[in-house]
């Protein structure tokens, strides 16, 4: 397979300088979302060449390539949304939206605190969006909850073994990392390290159709991509408790930090 060209106006070096300032203000500040766009932007070089031609290999991935449709514009629309039969994916999302307040334009608005070279008009920056669009799909699908610290970063250790990229492993190790110290326990990074061999142990869901996806019953997708039970993010919850699994929302109002003015996103809630 010929390699693919590296991303317009990169230079080819991670930017570790970068990378830790930004963590360290990140695990600060779970709501300081920028600091998670500085990370990947210094860390996952040579990501976005690597997963586009693993596209262009996947079954119906050239197809999928060449709409380039923008899930975030599909994902926005109420009667789009509204149109899932129950049971299926896009009814499962659909009741997540409810239930998080979240939106797809949201987390595109949340990515935009800093100005992304995920808007360029390139292919790489397209793929980029469709990792980015489809992070709330994937919390639907593995199960882990976007409310809190532990289901967040479970999702991103999950994410790091499904498209690579260092920014992923850093932010949740991190978390990992971090979570020993705040909760006496090593659970939160069980989950963690749980998330990664799920991701790694699933097909790859970055080259799905979404559109057909949404479609499918969620049982019968989880199990025809191979995403399994999350036992050890339960049992940590279980055992935890709803405040300790999301202790970085816990440590914020000790520490009277307000909220943030759009919805209530943790640092590990990402991006491409």
Known sequence: MAKLPP???????????????AIRKLLANGDDTTQVFRIMRALNVG???????????????????????????????PAFVAGFAPGTVGAA???????????????VEVSKLEPDSNEI????????????????????????KADESMGEAALVAFSYAQVGGLGWAFIGTAAALKSIKATGSRLFAKAVWEGYRHGKKAKWVSGEDYLTLLDEPLEAARARLNIQEPVAYKHAQAVLGPKMASYMSQRREEAGVAPAATPPIDGERIAA
């Open 7 to 21: 991303y317009p106006g990169t230079t080819g070096r991670r930017d570790w300088k970068t990378a830790f300032a």
């Open 47 to 77: 990501n976005a060449p690597m997963n586009y031609a693993k596209l262009l290999g996947a079954h119906e991935g050239g197809r999928i390539a060449y709409e380039r449709v923008e899930l975030a514009q599909r994902l926005s629309d």
């Open 121 to 144: 008009q390139h292919p790489y920056a397209w793929f980029g969006r469709r990792v980015r669009d489809s992070h709330d799909l994937w919390h639907v699908l593995t199960g882990y």
């Open 93 to 107: 999302y659909r009741d997540w939206l409810a239930t998080t307040g979240y939106s797809a334009d949201g987390l």
